[in-house]
């Protein structure tokens, strides 16, 4: 069980700094990765999780 909690928060740090780095982005850059604003959470976690 331990061991779960810390690939969760493994992740979850994944998560945020993709979370942030794409945000970061703006909608032209979002566009040529072909990826809209709104999909940003969920290319994130696929990412942390992959």
Do not use: C, H
């Amino acid at each position: 069980m331990f061991i779960t909690i810390i690939r969760f928060l493994q992740a979850w740090r994944r998560y945020n700094r993709s979370l942030n780095e794409l945000s970061r982005l703006g909608d032209r850059e979002l566009a040529d990765i072909g990826i809209s604003r709104s999909e940003i959470p969920t290319v994130a976690w696929k990412a942390a999780n992959a």
